[in-house]
């Protein structure tokens, strides 16, 4: 159940030691709630922020020292102004970030160009952060970690284990371990008409192949129906000569590959759990449910990458 509004008012004004006012819930945020807030100084200005709250409580330092990190490195991050082990509050940047209108609105239309290269220049100031600068991250091999996933279902899914098959077969060599964003695609980018101002999410951050991070990217779930690989708003060459001359050195074209076909494979088997989630009644959704129905299409998808 979400908190009332004049909680989460109450609890981040006494954070910043300011009177915050209209608090409402943003739409988005499986796992925490995401609020927009004013805070008021004593002069009368308005502040506006973001509240992400997890109700878990769940210590906030990996995030906060990846936002303060990748602002080090000159990826565009909004600045944290507060938090504590419940609430990270941050500045609100004017911009979009729902994918069909930054897709489809003429407002957007000169931004859509620039945006493939502005996220290759942003990855690779990412895969630039210190990997020491962020204590608690880890690496981990994705295959076991997906094909435990699809077992614990106990569901069927051939064209998945023939995927987890093209995958474990087709390992791409050992790379440079690098911190890697892990849901960097069109979604969760803050778009603005001169193109992206904000990398969002960073709670699925780990230490990893810095392929990974271009190859999720183009996965076919995040172009929202558009033909262009890159977010449905770009070109691959684009985004791989912007992050070679920004300094994320080469790109390794058949690991992105590799890395697009295991976000695929990914994501059909994030749909199923989001399903289940619903159909047990953990937590009854209408969007858990819709998320289910598209694992056939990520099922397609695969076919259509490794045959």
């Known amino acids: 159940m979400s908190t009332p509004p004049d909680d989460v008012a109450a609890r981040v004004g006494d954070l910043l030691g300011m009177r915050v006012s209209d608090a409402h819930r943003l739409s988005g945020g499986a796992s925490r709630e995401t609020w927009s807030v004013d805070a008021v100084g004593d002069d009368g200005a308005v502040v506006p922020l973001i509240v992400r709250r997890d109700p878990r409580g769940i210590a906030r330092a990996p995030e906060t020292a990846l936002l303060r990190s ?18 990270v509050v941050v500045a609100r940047i004017a911009g979009e970030t729902i994918p069909r209108k930054i897709l489809r609105d003429e407002e957007f239309a000169a931004a859509r160009p620039l945006l493939a290269g502005q996220c290759g220049e942003a990855l690779a100031r990412i895969h630039a952060i210190p990997v020491d600068a962020v204590p608690g991250l880890e690496r981990e091999d994705p295959i076991p970690t997906w094909r435990a996933a699809l077992e614990n279902m106990g569901q069927p899914h051939p064209t998945f284990e023939l995927a987890l098959r093209w995958l474990d077969e087709r390992r791409p060599p050992d790379s440079s371990t690098t911190v890697v964003h892990g849901d960097f695609r069109n979604g969760n980018l803050i778009v603005g008409a001169d193109g992206l101002r904000a990398v969002l999410d960073w709670e699925l951050a780990h230490l990893g192949d810095p392929m990974e991070d271009l190859g999720w990217l183009c996965v076919k779930a995040w172009r929202f129906g558009l033909d262009k690989p890159v977010g449905g708003f770009g070109e691959r060459a684009e985004l791989y000569e912007a992050y070679e001359k920004a300094g994320g050195g080469s790109v390794d074209r058949e690991a992105v590959r590799w890395w697009e076909v295991m976000g695929t494979l990914k994501w ?15 937590v009854r959704s209408v969007e858990l449910a819709t998320i ?13 990458l490794i045959t």
Not at 268 to 282: E, K, P, R
Not at 292 to 304: A, K, Q, S
Request: charge should be negative; aromatic fraction near 4%.
């Open 70 to 87: 990748a602002a080090a490195a000159g990826v565009p991050v909004p600045a944290i102004v507060a938090e504590d082990d419940e609430h």
């Open 268 to 282: 059909g088997i994030m749909c199923i759990v989001q399903a289940f989630t619903h159909l047990s009644g953990t």
């Open 292 to 304: 289910g129905r598209r694992v056939c299409e990520n099922e397609w998808d695969l076919l259509e």
